[in-house]
């Protein structure tokens, strides 16, 4: 970028709605990093929350880039019909079906063993799944829901899979520009304290994956491990922010990006070989972004240590490789 274009992108990244919107998107097309271009070769992607929004979307693009995509969700009816709408515009695509509730630990460890026994390699797993909850909710272990959803099952997926990365492979969680409200500042991270809401537990929890994202990329260190970053979308018009937050979406409706738009950036990073020039980054419209903002408004290193050994203890993973194999946390 010239110094024009970067003082304009950080302009609307800074003002926040511009930044955000589909104005955002519209506006850095015109200078942003190139497309990425497609696969050489058929090589396997994974995506969760795949049947709908962001997932749908990411998934999609991926196929139309030659990509055999594995659709991740909860329910294999509503996976048949997203990977029906995507061949009806992508009629080559190859798509494979995997139910798994990632909020349950025994679905994510099930899930972790049939992709192993039926592939050689995995070259980009996406963490697009998300819940926003009205009320306080458990997981099938005992976890509060968004913690479970947006944390723990994606983290045990990553760790879950790392023998099946390959050369230049990459992880991707997909967060939300809504963690900069929330630095984590305590360590209560299942809102077992307080009177609950779904929508702070959703950003507070997105918050989180932009910190496991660095963690897991500072504990990432052989050969084929694959790169780890996370990104923000953007507003983007997906059920997820129509459904959970009618007002903001009828509000914004006019300016909101489309679910295209949302995963732009998803796509790119899974495609283009810029993501492989860094690891444990957060991005937006094809660029680097600071993880707080304003600056003083950091995580509490206290606090970052005790989300990583809150993971571990949930579930179990191990990431420190040694002599012969791996050591536990």
């Known amino acids: 970028m010239s110094l024009l274009t970067r003082t304009l992108d950080m302009i609307l990244d800074r003002a926040v709605v511009p930044g955000y919107s589909r104005i955002g998107a519209t506006v850095r097309r015109r200078f942003w990093a190139a497309d990425p271009t497609p696969f050489p070769a058929p090589i396997d992607m994974v995506v969760t929350g795949a049947s709908s929004g962001l997932g749908a979307a990411t998934a999609k693009e991926l196929a139309r880039l030659g990509a055999r995509v594995h659709l991740v969700g909860r329910s ?19 798509l494979v079906v995997r139910e798994c509730d990632i909020s349950d630990l025994d679905s994510v460890a099930a899930l972790s063993a049939a992709l192993a026994s039926e592939l ?18 458990l997981s099938a272990q005992g976890h509060e829901s ?86 923000h979308p953007g507003w983007a018009a997906t059920p997820g922010v129509t459904g959970s937050m009618p007002m903001f979406g009828s509000v914004m409706k006019p300016i909101l990006r489309n679910a295209h738009d949302g995963a732009d950036t998803i796509v790119w990073l899974v495609g283009s070989d810029q993501a492989l020039t860094s690891t444990g980054t957060f991005w937006h419209d094809r660029a680097p972004r600071p993880t ?10 206290r606090v970052r240590d005790a989300l990583w050994a809150s993971v571990v203890e949930a579930t179990g993973i191990e990431t420190e490789p040694a002599a012969g194999g791996s050591q536990t946390e």
């Not at 009816?77 to 190859?94: F, G, K, N, Y």
């Open 76 to 94: 294999a009816d509503r996976l048949e019909s997203a990977a029906a709408a995507i061949r009806a515009e992508v009629p080559d695509a190859s």
């Open 292 to 301: 707080h903002y304003p600056s003083w408004r950091g995580d509490s290193p």
């Open 146 to 231: 968004a913690f479970a959803t947006h944390v723990l099952g994606p983290v045990a997926l990553t760790v879950g899979l790392r023998e099946l990365f390959d050369a230049g492979s990459r992880v991707v969680f997909v967060s939300s520009g809504g963690m900069y409200a929330v630095p984590l500042q305590n360590s209560d991270f299942e809102y077992e304290n307080g009177k609950y809401s779904g929508m702070t537990a959703y950003a507070r929890t997105k918050r989180m994956q932009v910190v496991v994202a660095e963690q897991l990329a500072e504990r990432f260190s052989l050969e084929d491990d694959p790169v780890v970053h996370s990104m």
């Open 120 to 137: 050689t390699s995995v070259h980009a797993l996406v963490h697009c799944a998300g819940v926003m909850p009205d009320e306080r909710q």
